[in-house]
């Protein structure tokens, strides 16, 4: 069965970290682009950043630039999002997907493989 879990989501006071994971199976992930998402409350979702399958990663928007990073390890078949200095406003439910295409990886639109998505709460 090919699908996408995420983990490591929870409550967690300003300041903090955590470091979301992506595990794929049915599939390798190795080919594929990865991405993350974000939806907040009464919000639409959007683009985090993307693990190129050729080893890169897209630039990080303003709002988490300098405080988020994405790693994968293909050996795990697992893509990572780890979240410093965590704020109130990056409360959101996070969603990594696999994508074949760039495009596809940093655009909610578009063929991919979604994962279940992963609370994350910061309280102030």
């Known amino acids: 069965q090919v699908q996408l879990v995420e983990s490591g989501g929870r409550l967690v006071q300003a300041g903090g970290s955590l470091r979301l994971s992506c595990r794929a199976s049915?599939?390798?992930?190795?080919?594929?682009?990865m991405g993350w998402f974000r939806q907040g409350p009464g919000k639409e979702r959007e683009f985090v950043v993307a693990?190129?399958?050729?080893?890169?990663?897209?630039p990080y928007p303003d709002s988490v630039k300098g405080r988020f990073t994405v790693s994968r390890d293909n050996a795990e078949n697992t893509v990572y999002l780890q979240m410093n200095s965590l704020k109130p406003e990056d409360t959101a439910v996070y969603y990594c997907?696999?994508?074949?295409?760039?495009?596809?990886?940093?655009?909610?639109?578009?063929?991919?493989?979604w994962g279940q998505g992963t609370q994350v709460t910061v309280s102030s």
């Open positions: 049915g599939f390798s992930l190795e080919n594929y682009n």
């Open positions: 693990s190129t399958s050729s080893g890169g990663y897209t």
């Open positions: 997907a696999a994508a074949t295409t760039i495009r596809n990886a940093i655009t909610v639109p578009g063929t991919k493989i």
